[in-house]
């Protein structure tokens, strides 16, 4: 029985990149609203530093278990399983009324980039080739 891949069109690259690119937006922009953020919740600095470190930490802890569990379920799968943490992480920012919500929506969004990252330059790497992968990548 022969196989058939799935080659990589522009879509799947804007789609790639939207979801990198979602991550990255919602994750890393509170870096630029800290003053308004820290009125708004009236969280000490201290403790809002450390909810913007979070991110980073929990992406860097959970990105080598995701990438590998990333193959087992599905690249495409643990994509979207990404773009729903982060949804759900968003959503427990904007919910935020003081550290909590604001620390473990910010620990779920650090899971998401775990999730997205690997997932999605394996599927470039699984759907491209030769120099659409260098095209797809450049993206």
Do not use: H
């Not at 029985?1 to 790639?16: D, H, Q, R």
Request: charged residues 15%; proline residues 2%; hydrophobic residues 50%.
């Amino acid at each position: 029985m022969e196989t058939t891949y799935y080659k990589g069109t522009n879509k799947l690259i804007v789609g790639i990149v939207f979801g990198v690119i979602t991550f990255w937006l919602f994750a890393q922009s509170i870096v630029n609203v800290v003053p308004a953020v820290r009125d708004d919740l009236g969280v000490p600095a201290g403790t809002l530093d450390i909810a913007i470190s979070l991110t980073a930490l929990f992406s860097g802890m959970f990105i080598v278990a995701a990438g590998g569990l990333g193959d087992q379920i599905g690249r495409k799968r643990m994509t979207y399983l990404g773009l729903i943490l982060n949804v759900i992480g968003s959503f427990c920012l904007v919910m935020s009324k003081g550290a909590v919500l604001l620390i473990i929506g910010r620990a779920i969004q650090g899971i998401s980039g775990a999730c997205i990252m690997p997932a999605t330059i394996a599927l470039v790497k699984a759907c491209f080739e030769g120099t659409d992968r260098q095209r797809a990548l450049s993206y």
